[in-house]
């Protein structure tokens, strides 16, 4: 079983499907339309709708004849938010480490120094730092 | 609309960089060596403790984390690719105390692991961190290796965004 966000990353694996999706950001259409850009049969074209539709990236009406497709974004915006947290966490841990980097220079502290693991004089842990 | 938007915004900046007023080897020995990692790597607020530390391919970066409040956690890296000093990959994730992974505890039906990458290049005297991270499924790993794996993953996730983003600007 696959979790939601995987099928989403591997439904937009294929080009032909980033591009239909790209083209039904303009509004919903159908499968003759979204398939007039690609040297493609009709059925392939299906064919790559049905893994979108299966990813729940987008919708396809059912009662009308020509079944027009439409996005749905929120596959996309979930993705997106799980992105979101991993960067701010990243962007912190990199303002540690910028910030680290400093006071090794301030100590002049060369980090290729054979180092115990013990503390050095002069090199503050950031962690009990007080400023701010 | 505004949670929206503010997904928008972090879709063009998945892949960042960082610039470092410090010498590509330092920031290399600062990312790679536990006397360093243990003054700066962690969740915000926490302190680290080392269990294990094996800088190979395959090897494990084992660690705690200790909170102000007494609670702990522990979270792995599994070492991927390690090209001193320009590159390194790894598998990061959480871990029980003995090495295994486990659920991210805030998001237990996300991929438990993400495949992060750190390229560091010389830049008039500084050094320009690259930051990649993608999801990562370890049981589609075989697939995954198949088909072309990784790479199509990173496309994925940069095309998520694009669409979204396109998606968006025409809905506002």
Redesign the interface.
């Known amino acids: 079983m ?5 099928s ?6 294929d080009p032909t499907r ?1 591009a239909i ?2 083209r039904l ?3 919903e259409t159908s499968v003759t339309e979204l398939a007039k850009p690609f040297e493609m049969s009709m059925p392939a074209v299906s064919k790559h709708l049905k893994v979108l539709e299966r990813a729940g990236l987008i919708a396809r009406a059912r009662e009308a004849q020509w079944r027009p497709s439409r ?1 749905e ?1 929120g596959p ?2 979930e ?9 701010r ?6 303002d ?7 006071e ?2 301030a100590a002049g502290t ?3 120094a054979k ?3 013990k503390k050095r004089p002069g ?1 503050k ?3 009990t730092k007080s400023k701010e | 609309m505004a ?2 938007a ?3 915004t ?2 063009t ?2 892949v ?1 960089t ?1 610039t ?3 010498s590509r ?3 290399w ?3 790679t ?4 990692l243990k ?6 607020g926490t ?1 680290v403790e080392i269990g294990r530390h094996e800088l190979k391919p395959g090897g494990l970066f084992h660690y705690r984390m200790k909170f102000p409040d007494g609670r702990a956690m522990w979270a792995r890296f599994v070492f991927r690719e390690i090209a001193a000093p320009e590159r390194l990959a790894w598998l990061n994730g959480f871990s029980d105390e003995h090495g295994g992974l486990t659920p991210n505890p805030w ?1 237990p ?3 438990p692991e ?1 495949l992060n990458t750190v390229i560091l290049a010389e830049q008039d005297g500084k050094t320009l ?1 690259t ?1 990649t ?1 993608v ?1 990562f ?1 370890a049981s ?1 790993e075989e697939t995954r290796v198949f ?1 072309g794996g990784i790479d ?2 990173k ?3 940069g ?6 983003a ?3 600007a ?1 809905r506002s």
Do not use: C
């Open positions: 696959q979790d939601q966000l995987s989403t990353f591997a439904a937009l694996a980033r999706l790209a950001t303009l509004g996005l974004a996309l915006e993705a997106a938010s799980w992105i979101e947290e991993y960067r966490f990243w962007e912190e841990s990199l540690r480490l910028d910030e680290y980097l400093r090794m220079k060369k980090s290729k180092s115990s693991g090199t842990s950031p962690k | 949670q929206s503010y997904a928008a972090a879709a900046e998945f960042f960082r470092f007023d410090a080897e330092d920031v020995n600062a990312f060596q536990p006397e360093h003054h700066w790597w962690g969740a915000p302190s998001a039906t996300l991929p993400t961190l930051f991270m999801p499924n589609e088909a199509r993953m496309m994925g996730i095309a998520a965004f694009e669409v979204l396109n998606y968006l025409q």
